[in-house]
């Protein structure tokens, strides 16, 4: 079985605003999705939450939810959870057809 390098797959930018909820931390809090790839997405937060090593993220205000886990990290931003697909791929879709936009990696 080849193994594909994550770094080298193809990322489809989309600077789309989501919210993140951390276990024992009280809130949601804003981050920006910077690119999404099959393997997962990079996040960025101006938050200390960015700390967490897994976390809930939402596209939609919560109505869906992906339960992620950090792959690195680097400062606020760091990448994450090889779990993203397909929902994060659908949800994008979603919220980028209700504002006339096309998404695809």
Known sequence: MMV???RS???AIVNLLAL???DGIRGCHPCLVMDFHDGG???HSNT???AAFKFDLSLDGFRTTMHCRVIWRE???CGGSTGLMPWFKRSLSQS???M???CTP
Do not use: D, Q
């Open 100 to 102: 006339g936009k096309s």
């Open 4 to 6: 594909v390098e994550r």
């Open 20 to 22: 993140v909820c951390v």
């Open 75 to 77: 400062g606020n931003t």
């Open 9 to 11: 797959l193809k990322r």
């Open 96 to 98: 980028f057809s209700r």
């Open 41 to 43: 997405a990079t996040l």
């Open 48 to 50: 200390h939450h960015t």
